[in-house]
């Protein structure tokens, strides 16, 4: 991978990330960190991608979307190719409820940064799952949770 003018844009700091022309660069990238834990020391949270996020940070449907919003498939896998150091980066902006009332699912949380390419500046924006782990039910019937993890599930980049 070439370096390029790519930058990431962090709290009054630029960044340089490394290029990734197409998805089978980025998906090279994505294998060196899969199941690695990935702290947001801003946000104090810890994430991982597994082989299904790495499948649909570097779908079909999510370079669409960063096509739809102007934006190159180089771009993209850029972006994609570096999602670890734009996680590391990136400022948790909401969280919200599944609508899909997925009881493993307890919420789904975005984070954004900035993004210098060569000719406009991007938002990087994440998808991060917040899933639970049910242990066995107590004599109540009840279940508790014996683990919670938060997996980066989706990228695209917008205006």
Do not use: W
């Not at 934006?71 to 409820?97: G, I, W, Y």
């Not at 924006?125 to 109540?140: F, I, N, P, R």
Request: aromatic share 6%.
């Amino acid at each position: 991978m070439e370096r390029e003018q790519y930058l990431i844009v962090s709290c009054h700091e630029t960044i340089p990330i490394e290029t990734a022309k197409t998805r089978e660069a980025a998906e090279v990238r994505l294998d060196a960190i899969q199941g690695k834990l990935l702290l947001n020391e801003k946000e104090n949270i810890t994430a991982t991608i597994g082989m299904k996020q790495k499948g649909e940070l570097s779908s079909n449907k999510a370079l669409a979307m960063s096509k739809k919003n102007g934006f190159t498939a180089q771009e993209h896998f850029t972006a994609v190719a570096n999602v670890e150091a734009v996680f590391l980066n990136a400022k948790l902006t909401s969280t919200r409820p599944d609508n899909k009332q997925d009881k493993h699912l307890l919420d789904i949380k975005y984070f954004e940064v900035l993004l210098q390419l060569p000719t406009q500046m991007a938002r990087a924006v994440l998808t991060v799952k917040h899933t639970a782990e049910y242990g066995h039910k107590d004599a109540s019937g009840k279940q508790s949770i014996v683990k919670t993890e938060h997996k980066i599930y989706f990228l695209k980049l917008c205006n």
